[in-house]
Nanobody, 117 residues
Framework: QVQLVESGGGLVQPGGSLRLSCTAS????????MGWFRQAPGKPRELVAA???????TIADSVKGRFTISRDNAKNTVYLQMNSLEPVDTAVYYC???????????WGQGTQVTVSS
């Protein structure tokens, strides 16, 4: 089992920045990929960014050039640096961890990001 704890969401004005953090505990050695998804009201959950243990990254086209994902394997933590935030980025952001051997997915509780003036 893997537990994920997120932090860093909040309210920010358009053009502002936020940094989300997600720390894993439990069976962390089994984790391959960690990432961030988001879900806006009335919309399906979508991938924002993901990073493997070897630091191979996947970034959604909608956030390329604005968001950066990074990972500290020693701290079992993944970060999402979000710059130039826009109102369309408003959503609940969920941390995800995937176990490669079993394709099991684990989810954090979600953190609200609201971009509004």
């Amino acid at each position: 089992q893997v537990q994920l704890v997120e932090s860093g969401g909040g309210l920010v004005q358009p053009g502002g920045s936020l940094r989300l953090s997600c720390t894993a505990s439990g069976s962390v050695k089994s984790i391959n990929t960690m990432g961030w998804f988001r879900q806006a009201p009335g919309k399906p959950r979508e991938l924002v960014a993901a990073i493997t243990s070897g630091r191979i990254k996947t970034i959604a086209d909608s956030v390329k050039g604005r968001f950066t994902i990074s990972r500290d394997n020693a701290k079992n933590t993944v970060y999402l640096q979000m710059n130039s935030l826009e109102p369309v980025d408003t959503a609940v952001y969920y941390c995800n961890a995937r176990v490669a051997a079993t394709f099991d997915d684990y989810w954090g509780q979600g953190t609200q990001v609201t971009v509004s003036s």
